[in-house]
């Protein structure tokens, strides 16, 4: 059944729709209208069927224009920024136009900072078609470029005119890439949503093999989650952190194999795999509730190898985590069953010991 959520603030709410055929004239068409011209934005690794699809729809309403980029991450990069705001210049586009990105989190982050700073700022839709897209970028507003000081550290907080969540787009993707996006889902379920984690623990097959209408109810409680803890916290200053759970150590593992070795999403179950553990040392769970969130990974098929990573070699990379105020490092730890918590508080001998297999 198809499932709709509502966020932002005031007269920057959006929709996002969650269905087998989200990416439909009935949900794009009120967003079309009142434009002239759009611009779709993706890259060479989204199939053309669903672009193809997009543009066929756009038509009706409006002058369709296209940038498809390079697939992967150097694309979110200022030199395809800037490309991307000279095409619109050099086509005329006004405040009155509209973006609509369709791609992973690469499209979206990269659309949405071009969408924030044209003209000081032009609606933009997004039509993410990666899980993790699906269940993490494409919500929350959050848009970023990379420069060459590190990830993400140029973008915006600008929210979408409206978010289309096709569960069909899925089809085409990697098992691999599929499952970067699970690591997130499994996110939501540790750090807040019970009846999420019980979906994941009692239907593993199903939601490995895709089974369409398990993963339509996956992904909107993974929004959900989400919504709830954004629409609270928006420019990220206080409970968002909860969002990071598992990504201190995440990032550092991805930033210490230099962005090449990992996937997100895997590295991501590897944090939570650490940060589960420290929960567990520093007495906020169980050894019983620790061992099942390990079980819960496993059965995801996670690799949560971490002795090949020396505390030491991370550190530096931890150390640069955005929760690091005054000096002091913050962690998102697990402070019960779907419930994660902040704290400054913890023996940092917990912290070498969960790298310890
Ligand atoms: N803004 C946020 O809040 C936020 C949150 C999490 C991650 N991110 C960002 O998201 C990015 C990662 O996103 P991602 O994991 O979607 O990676 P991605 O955008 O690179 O997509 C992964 C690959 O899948 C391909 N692809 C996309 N859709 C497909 C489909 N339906 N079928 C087959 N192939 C398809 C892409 O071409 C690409 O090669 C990172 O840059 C990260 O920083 C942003």
Redesign the pocket.
């Known amino acids: 059944m198809a499932k709709e959520i509502l966020l932002g603030k005031k007269d920057l709410k959006y929709k996002i729709f969650i269905s087998k055929n989200a990416i439909s004239k009935k949900n794009l068409g009120p967003v079309l209208k009142d434009h002239n011209k759009v611009l779709i934005i993706s890259?060479?690794?989204?199939?053309s069927g669903?672009r193809n699809k997009v543009q066929s729809i756009a038509k009706n309403f409006s002058k369709v224009f296209l940038v498809i980029l390079k697939?992967?991450?150097k694309s979110?990069s200022i030199q395809n920024f800037q490309k991307i705001l000279n095409f619109l210049a050099d086509n005329n586009f006004d405040r009155t136009d509209i973006i609509i990105a369709v791609?992973?989190?690469?499209?979206?982050?990269i659309s949405g900072y071009v969408a924030s700073s044209y003209l000081r700022g032009i609606q933009f839709v997004q039509i993410p078609?990666?899980l993790?897209?699906q269940v993490?970028?494409s919500v929350?507003g959050?848009?970023?470029i990379n420069i060459s000081a590190g990830?993400?550290l140029v973008g915006a907080f600008y929210n979408p005119k409206r978010v289309l969540i096709d569960i069909s787009?899925?089809n085409?993707?990697?098992e691999r890439?599929y499952k970067?996006?699970l690591a997130e889902v499994i996110k939501y379920a540790l750090i807040k949503n019970k009846y999420l984690f019980s979906l994941l623990k009692n239907n593993p097959q199903k939601i490995i093999l895709m089974n369409k209408n398990i993963i339509e109810d996956v992904i909107f409680e993974s929004i959900k989650t989400k919504a709830e803890i954004v629409s609270k916290d928006e420019k990220e200053n206080g409970i968002r952190a909860l969002l990071n759970f598992g990504h201190t150590f995440g990032h550092a593992i991805e930033a210490h194999g230099k962005y090449k070795k990992i996937?997100?999403g895997e590295a991501v179950a590897k944090g939570m795999f650490i940060a589960s553990k420290i929960s567990y040392l520093e007495g906020h769970i169980s050894q019983k509730y620790f061992n099942i969130i390990k079980d819960l990974l496993n059965t995801y098929k996670f690799d949560l190898s971490v002795s090949q990573y020396q505390y030491k070699d991370l550190k530096p990379f931890i150390l640069r985590d955005k929760k690091v105020r005054s000096g002091r490092l913050n962690l998102v730890l697990l402070g019960g069953p779907s419930k994660a918590i902040i704290t400054s508080s913890f023996d940092s001998n917990n912290l070498k010991k969960s790298l310890a297999n």
């Open positions: 890259d060479n690794g989204v199939p669903i697939k992967g991450e979110k791609g992973g989190g690469v499209v979206g982050d078609t990666t993790l897209a993490d970028s929350g959050k848009t970023a990830k993400n787009v899925l085409s993707l990697p890439e970067a996006g996937l997100h």
